[in-house]
């Protein structure tokens, strides 16, 4: 069984190649669901771990569905992995009906080349699972990574089971919530792959700041934060 870390940094990925993870999926943010990793992170992951890489391409928080300018910021995300030759790619675009953009996610399957492809978590909003899993087929997507379209994998192990069941090439990659008490149901259930990031919060300030600079008002799966141009043209006009 593949052993798939989503880390979060240098010292994550490190850490699961020490711990003798099988892959890596590379991000940050994990408390959005992961976004692209910066290049300094890219290119510190290419010269220090020697196990396969694979990373998210996911411009922003929020929704995944995307603007034809966010799509070319992804696709030249993707051009760059080629060219750090990293081991695949973890993408997918969704239409706001909660229906697989096959359009997008086509796009940037070609853009992957010779590259894995795996369809991240978007897969848990799709309203017909089913019709998505043959249109990724098509595609010739390498793994969907999922929770069974529940909170977590081990809630969703039955729909995730019925999935496998109906896959003829694309490999269903457990994800969420996965850890060393409920692994091993994954494994007699026949999965050839679990993802999991193992994390745990680390204390790096002896004590809280005055200020925090987390703001809990951006996070929001059906909204995204938009500069407004009439917020800044009064102030403009104030100034100038």
């Known amino acids: 069984m593949i052993v798939e870390v989503c ?9 699961a190649e020490r711990a003798g993870a099988d892959r890596v999926e590379l991000c940050s943010e994990l408390a959005v669901g992961g976004l692209t990793p910066s290049y300094g992170l890219l290119k510190a992951v290419k010269e220090q771990v020697t196990i396969p890489v694979h990373v998210l391409i996911r411009p922003r928080s929020g929704d995944f569905t995307y603007t034809t300018d ?121 999965f050839s792959a679990v993802h999991l990031s193992g994390t745990a919060m680390i204390q790096t300030l002896a004590k809280k700041p005055v200020i925090s600079m987390n703001s809990e008002s951006f996070l929001s799966n059906d909204h995204i934060a938009v500069t407004q141009l009439e917020n800044i043209k009064a102030v403009v006009a104030k100034v100038k």
């Not at 880390?7 to 850490?15: G, H, I």
């Not at 089971?161 to 003829?168: C, D, F, G, R």
């Open 7 to 15: 880390a979060n940094s240098l010292e994550s990925a490190m850490v």
């Open 70 to 190: 966010e799509l070319d910021i992804m696709l030249s995300d993707i051009e760059l992995c080629v060219e750090l030759g990293f081991d695949g790619v973890v993408s997918g675009a969704l239409l706001n009906d909660f229906s697989l953009d096959v359009v997008q996610t086509q796009k940037l399957k070609v853009a992957a080349g010779n590259l894995k492809f795996t369809f991240h978590r978007a897969f848990d909003w799709i309203k017909n699972p089913s019709e998505a899993l043959d249109q990724l087929e098509a595609m010739q997507v390498d793994y969907i990574l999922s929770s069974g379209q529940q909170k977590s994998a081990p809630l969703g192990i039955d729909f995730l089971s019925e999935l496998k069941s109906k896959t003829k090439s694309i490999q269903i990659m457990p994800g969420s919530g996965v850890n060393a008490g409920n692994v091993a149901s994954f494994k007699g259930k026949g």
